[in-house]
T-cell receptor, first 114, second 112 residues
């Protein structure tokens, strides 16, 4: 089955700095790569996603890059703010639109210090 | 648009007891998932429904876990009997056509 590795497990930055989280995956058939943010006591919330036919996608301060050849993708957060502090999960989707499933990374605890 | 609803939000039981969780997906979402999230880990898929049929339950411990989705809408997940290692957050997610999944707030289970 799919194997997703996520690094680092913890990341501490100063407000205004950039943060980068990286994930690698094993199944070359994977075609959809979402990132989720999970705050304490809440369920994961989708923040950005990218499909296999796109190399980069940006939404305000958040961007995701995908290298299908190397089977890795990254989340970039610029101008970090204290409210960005949370656990971030990458995920990989394989299978058709009806029966596919997500495999999650282990998570990164991001702490943004004011 | 209302999100995925789950109840209860918290549950504390003793080992060997039974427990049930309920999920109401976003209206119109045919696909429903149950995940188990152990502290410090990513969510792990337990079971996937397409309407009221099971698509994937390969990682569901069927000797103690069961799930159903009657009428293709609400779903329940049951554990009987519970073990200490079942302490986790149980997340329900639903999906419209496409790949994006939407998660509920989860039920936090503590087994003593």
């Amino acid at each position: 089955g799919e194997n997703v590795e996520q690094h680092p497990s913890t990341l501490s930055v100063q407000e205004g700095d950039s943060a980068v989280i990286k994930c690698t995956y094993s199944d070359s058939a994977s075609n959809y790569f979402p990132w989720y943010k999970q705050e304490l006591g809440k369920g994961p919330q989708l923040i950005i996603d990218i499909r296999s036919n796109v190399g980069e996608k940006k939404d305000q301060r958040i961007a995701v890059t995908l290298n299908k050849t190397a089977k890795h993708f990254s989340l970039h957060i610029t101008e970090t703010q204290p409210e960005d502090s949370a656990v971030y999960f990458c995920a990989v989707y394989a299978g058709g639109t009806s029966y596919g499933k997500l495999t999650f990374g282990q998570g990164t605890i991001l702490t943004v210090h004011p | 648009e209302a999100g995925v609803a789950q109840s209860p939000r918290y549950k504390i039981i003793e080992k060997r007891q039974s427990v049930a969780f309920w999920c109401n997906p976003i209206s119109g979402h045919a696909t429903l998932y149950w995940y188990q999230q152990i502290l410090g880990q990513g969510p792990k898929l337990l079971i996937q429904f397409q309407n009221n049929g099971v698509v994937d339950d390969s990682q569901l411990p069927k000797d103690r876990f069961s799930a159903e989705r009657l009428k293709g809408v609400d779903s329940t997940l049951k554990i009987q009997p519970a073990k200490l290692e079942d302490s986790a957050v149980y997340l329900c997610a639903s999906r419209p056509p496409g790949e994006t999944q939407y998660f509920g707030p989860g039920t936090r289970l503590l087994v003593l």
